[in-house]
């Protein structure tokens, strides 16, 4: 069965500390995936996707993401955090024709001032 | 927000009475999904829609039904609210084909069942 995990559940940085946040799926085809980020009280607004080509994608305010096919990986990175990053993020996996996503479990950030 | 509403936002009920949650799109886009969100579990995915009037069972469909009598309108019913199905439930949209198909999401629905 597909899944997605992320075992970091909380992470607490300070303010300029680099980020790496881990997303492992489990699907036997050709994947697609996401970064979602979700400020508190807000929505899931999309970071970044991988659907082919270079493994290194980058997306919006800084973030990026490597695809390691050979690891299952898709772990989500940013050199530099800010206060304002704190949000919860969430790793997906699209499955199928249907669109239909899986999602992690999803991983609090706490960026202390 | 890709043009997705959302309503109610919050919403209070007592266990056993219906509600209904609705989500409304301006750009008729095929495809809508339904998830909740609970903590420890991420988003998990009710019911999705492919067109009018054609709807599937997502993850978690038991106790919830949905219906598409329009392109811009996907209602999720929960026809007898159980204290269970107190969650956070967003609606989403596919934008774009294939390879480039992206979910949008709408602000959710926070829903509280006494």
């Known amino acids: 069965a597909q899944s997605v995990s992320q075992h970091n559940h909380h992470v607490i940085l300070s303010e300029a500390a680099s980020l790496e946040l881990g997303c492992n799926y489990s699907?036997?085809?050709?994947?697609?995936l996401f970064w979602y980020v979700q400020y508190p009280g807000q929505h899931l607004q999309l970071l970044l996707k991988?659907?082919?080509?270079?493994?290194l994608v980058k997306g919006i305010k800084g973030f990026e993401a490597e695809f390691i096919k050979s690891k299952f990986s898709f772990n989500l990175r940013k050199p530099s955090v800010q206060w304002s990053d704190t949000a919860e993020y969430f790793c997906?996996?699209?499955?199928?024709?249907?669109?239909?996503?899986?999602f992690g479990q999803g991983t609090t950030l706490q960026v202390k001032p | 927000d890709a043009g997705i509403t959302q309503s109610p936002r919050h919403k209070v009920t007592e266990t056993g009475t219906p509600v209904t949650l609705r989500c409304h799109q301006t750009?008729?886009?095929?495809?809508m999904y339904w998830y909740r969100q609970d903590p420890g579990h991420g988003l998990r995915l009710i019911h999705y829609?492919?067109?009018?009037?054609?709807?599937d069972k997502g993850e978690v469909s038991d106790g919830y039904s949905v219906s598409r009598s329009k392109t811009e309108d996907f209602l999720l019913t929960l026809e007898s609210a159980t204290s269970s199905q107190t969650s956070v439930y967003f609606c989403?949209?596919?934008?774009?084909?294939?390879?480039?198909?992206?979910?949008?999401f709408g602000p959710g629905t926070r829903l509280l069942v006494l």
């Open positions: 989403a949209i596919s934008v774009g084909q294939g390879v480039g198909e992206t979910q949008y």
């Open positions: 699907y036997g085809g050709t994947v697609n």
């Open positions: 991988y659907f082919s080509g270079d493994p």
């Open positions: 997906a996996l699209r499955s199928g024709n249907t669109g239909k996503l899986i």
């Open positions: 750009e008729n886009h095929r495809y």
């Open positions: 829609s492919y067109g009018v009037k054609d709807t």
